[in-house]
C-alpha cells in the first residue's frame, strides 16, 4: 500500500498477508484506513519511478533496472523556516492562553475541594481502530 490513494499502479492484493499469525488482514485494513485518513493524496511532481534496462559491455539486455525518487522534505532553508514559523504560531499560543491560565489558577487556588473533586488529566483515543475507518469531516 502506498501513501497516495490514486494514480496508476500495479496493486498488490491484501490477501499476500494471509500466512501470517493473528489477524493480518484486519492490521492491514487498519493501516490503509489510517493511510485513507491522514495521509493519501494524488499522485504528483514530487514523485517519480523510472523502469529501464541494463546492457552488458556488449550492449546486451542483462536486467531490469528501477529508479525512484520521492520529495520527503524541504532543503534545509524550508525546514528552518517552517520550524520558525511554528515557533512564531506557539509563542502567539503562549501569549494568548496565558491570562486564561492564570484565572483557572486564581479560581482553584480559592478552592481546594473543587480542585480533589476534578478527574486526573489523560488523553485517550476516543474509538480504538474503529476510528481509522471512520471518514474525517472535512468543514467547508
Known amino acids: 500500500m ?42 504528483n ?3 517519480e519511478v523510472r523502469v529501464g534496462i541494463a546492457t552488458g559491455e556488449s550492449g546486451e539486455p542483462i536486467g531490469i533496472g528501477h529508479l525512484a525518487a520521492f520529495r520527503i522534505c524541504d532543503a534545509a532553508e524550508g525546514v528552518a523556516q517552517l520550524g520558525a514559523m511554528a515557533s512564531v504560531a506557539m509563542q502567539h499560543v503562549a501569549k494568548s492562553i ?9 479560581r482553584v487556588k480559592g478552592n481546594i475541594d473543587m480542585l480533589a473533586a476534578l478527574k486526573p488529566l489523560r488523553i485517550q483515543p476516543q474509538g ?12 467547508g
Open 2 to 43: 502506498r501513501c497516495f490513494g490514486s494514480g496508476q499502479r500495479a496493486r498488490l492484493e491484501p490477501s499476500i498477508y494471509t500466512h501470517l499469525s493473528g489477524d493480518p488482514i484486519g492490521t492491514h485494513q487498519y493501516y490503509k484506513d489510517t493511510r485513507d485518513k491522514h495521509l493519501a493524496h494524488p499522485v
Open 45 to 47: 511532481a514530487f514523485e
Open 98 to 106: 496565558q491570562p486564561l491560565e492564570e484565572a483557572i489558577l486564581t
Open 128 to 139: 480504538g481502530s474503529e476510528a481509522a475507518s471512520t471518514p474525517r469531516i472535512t468543514h
